[in-house]
């Protein structure tokens, strides 16, 4: 007698991975307590702290508050869901920053021109302007105090697929003329439906602090 083949059932397929529902289970699991303090998103341009004059990159930062002198913020490459991590950013007060040495002092840069030039905005698209733009002068009010350090991961300027190489410092624009304003800011306030000139407009009343001569090195070649 000859025996019957055994066969397999067919593999049920099911419309998700086993690594998707592993992040679903984990989800479930994890408060993710360090990622509820973020309670920020800002938007400006930096440049490279040794090659100021390199293509100027946006960065989404997603910032939290750990104590009234000190904040960090996780940088990505725009604020959609599959933006890329690029780098982080601490800022402090001017307070803390003179406790520092000189050394250091010279990794920092200031916000003032971020501020008052109406690079730096607070992305909104769901609060009326009117109201959002009181709450952002007040965020601005305190940014323009505050010197930040910021490394980039991933020169996303070069194409990179991956974050390769060390670590980038990177500084902030000073004044108008240090890269093409209006072509890089320009089309990031299309983006996301802002304008840089009302911005300086609504913060003409800011008054913007001495900056520290040690800060803001990038743009200080010679010293």
Known sequence: MVPKLMVRPKAVRYPWRIEHLQQELL???SEFRPLKTVCAHLNAFHAYANDPKRQPIEANHYCAQLNDDFRQCILYD???????????EYMITAKLFETLPKEERRLWHSHVYEVKSGMLIMPNNVVPSSVWEVAENKEMAQVVHLYGKVY???QIDQGHTLPLGEP???TSYT????????????DRDRRFDTDYKR?????AGIQAPVTHPDADQGWKTGD
Do not use: C, T, Y
């Open 168 to 170: 980038q410092l990177m």
């Open 199 to 203: 911005k300086a407009e609504l913060r």
């Open 78 to 88: 725009s604020d959609g869901p599959n933006a890329r991590l690029i780098g982080i």
């Open 175 to 186: 004044a108008d003329h240090q890269f093409d304003f209006e072509r890089h800011v320009g």
């Open 152 to 154: 980039h991961l991933w």
């Open 27 to 29: 989800s479930f699991r």
